[in-house]
């Protein structure tokens, strides 16, 4: 493709509004342009590297039986009401309404069209197990849309979903597709993590997601430094420590005020409420409520905290109050907590004894340098952007949604269900921060938008502009993608844009096109740099180059 006939706004100045290196340079290098906020166009160069990303899932999930179909992307608003979320899901939902005065949808998600979908046709186990997939535009109202294509208010997903008449079926179809979504960022050339989530708004149980690493990341990652553990902080199970003195019961006491002792000692008190009622968590004041377990223990969709002024007093069991507290208070006695409904503070709490425990359980996130939940080494830290995840939904929808088949025995059971996200357009700017230096990007090759960017310095001059024609021709005959920067611009332009751009390998034509000597190079690994070869073994030298990095 000529450059010059090609469709790429490159930019000198980084906008001001662009926080993170991927929005910067797909911004710079006339990838994609913002419409409004968290909105975006994807010009020719982002969208072809789309295509390419589109085309590795195509490929991964055709592996899995998984058949492609396109649903639309306004949902009836009734869909949302049968499974319950129109309005648990939250303002993040786009919701619009029609002449007629019908509510709708905007999909950030499919599960509850794609059930409304299969329900009356996956009536039998004889048409079970069952894999659907889409690749198609996404909409969720971000309250603050930022990091350019990390959060949006739309975006290109690719969704899946699986029927199932048996759990061992679905398990199956699961690790499946565990599978494919590995090769799929494996053939990107990303590095990642897959690791144990929560499955928040989607329901369902088991569920992992997928971390590209970066430091952008807004996700923290717990990963053990001499094992494959790793989970997603929310969900990290805490080994429980050992209280580091024996349980001994002495009188409770108490005195006006507030006292320091070790955090280790002392005990905080955390206000919560669920749709239903109020919840206090007891917890060492060196640790924190992980609200997402304390959500789960209670098997809730809802829980925050709750307001000081709401709050009654920590040390009475008041009624309509569930106590819980984590694992590591268990036996724990001569601790001391500060009860800031009367400014007291009581020491030689025990508590077993002064804290109305309903239930002890692991409640608190996991911190660094404690031990890895399977037994290797310690928990580390580290920043990733979640690029996707897959859920074993089991039943949540089909059960409310009707969507019953018969079993063997003739009897009207729920579908059970898998769910497999990819976030596409994330997937484009989690590669970016992974590959790009100081001047730009280095796509990796299986995803650049060309093989090859060929450049001309001084396109008046015939020598060079011939000899470019010449090369343009022969590599693409031998099935190389080539851009070719024929543009009569400057030559510090021309180089600007290309690490910008950044193709796996770079041609430069110049001075000595006329003995035929032409520089290639890379501005990648070992093939950094470029040298001057001969024209006549170009296509090999390419060829080389490309099997390099």
Known sequence: MRQSQMFIPTLKEVPSDAESASHQFLLRGGFIRQNAAGIYSYLPLGYKIIKKIEAIIREEMDRTG???????????????HESGRWDVYGPELMRLKDRHGRYFAMGATGEELVTSLVRDSLNSYKKLPMSVYQIQTKYRD????RFGL?????????????????????????????????NVFERCGLKFRAVLADSGAMGGKDTHEFQALAEIGEDTIAYSDQSDFAANLEMAPVVTRKNSSERKILPLEKKSGKTTVSNDRMISARWFKTRVETILVFLKASDEVNDVKVKNLLGTDLVEPLKSEHTPDALQAAEGVRILADQELLSLSQAEFYNEAEDMTYSNVDSERDLHVEKFADLRFVKEGDPS???????????????GQVFKLGTKYSETMGALFLDEEGKNKPLIMGCYGIGISRTLSAICEQYHDEKGLIWPKSLAPFDVHLITVNPKNDEQSALSKKLYGELSGHGFDVLWDDRRERPGVKFADSE???????????????DSIIEIGSRKGQAAGRKEIQTDGLTGAVAELLSQL
């Open 150 to 182: 990390l959060r949006g208010r739309e975006f290109i997903m690719k969704d899946a979903y699986s029927f199932h008449a048996t759990e061992e079926s679905l398990d199956e179809a699961y690790w499946k597709m565990f599978q494919a979504y590995k």
């Open 500 to 514: 910008l751009i950044g193709c796996p390998v770079q041609i430069v034509v110049g001075k000595k096109a006329g």
């Open 373 to 387: 939940p399977d037994g290797k080494g310690t928990i580390q830290f580290a920043k990733g952007i979640e690029i």
């Open 66 to 80: 998984a058949q492609e179909l396109l649903m639309p992307a306004m949902q009836p608003a009734e869909l949302w």
């Open 142 to 145: 971000e309250k603050r849309p």
